[in-house]
């Protein structure tokens, strides 16, 4: 029983380091880019966008040229943030590695 109470008593202490990085993670931000740092992003640890940056010579262009590069700066600060999420989390777990795409509920 004594050892049932020990694997409990870890268990929580795991759990409870997993919530401080993941509240240490919700307050990161990453920056994302596309086009040669012609949009940049700027995302919270929870997967909110906090800015959008655009150079002023990239306004001249189409429409769609813009929205493609939006696109792809949000897709590359989402790819930082779980990396970000992989990196921190696992050293909460000890070392517990984990799964690629793996996102926490917030």
């Given at each position: 029983m004594?050892?049932l109470?020990?694997l409990?008593?870890?268990?929580?202490?795991?759990?409870?380091?997993?919530?401080?990085?993941?509240?240490?993670?919700?307050?990161e931000e990453?920056?994302?880019?596309?086009g040669?740092?012609?949009?940049r992003?700027?995302m919270s640890?929870?997967h909110d966008?906090?800015?959008?940056?655009l150079?002023p010579?990239l306004l001249g262009?189409?429409?769609?040229?813009?929205?493609d590069l939006?696109?792809?700066?949000?897709?590359d600060?989402?790819?930082?943030v779980?990396?970000?999420?992989?990196?921190?989390?696992?050293?909460?777990?000890?070392g517990l590695?984990?799964?690629?795409?793996?996102?926490m509920p917030?």
């Amino acid at each position: 029983m004594k050892g049932l109470k020990e694997l409990m008593a870890q268990a929580q202490q795991l759990q409870e380091q997993m919530r401080a990085a993941q509240e240490d993670i919700a307050k990161e931000e990453v920056h994302g880019e596309a086009g040669g740092g012609l949009v940049r992003v700027t995302m919270s640890g929870r997967h909110d966008v906090r800015r959008v940056h655009l150079e002023p010579s990239l306004l001249g262009e189409d429409r769609e040229v813009i929205e493609d590069l939006i696109a792809a700066a949000v897709n590359d600060a989402v790819r930082r943030v779980e990396a970000l999420q992989r990196e921190r989390l696992a050293g909460a777990a000890g070392g517990l590695t984990l799964p690629d795409g793996f996102r926490m509920p917030f």
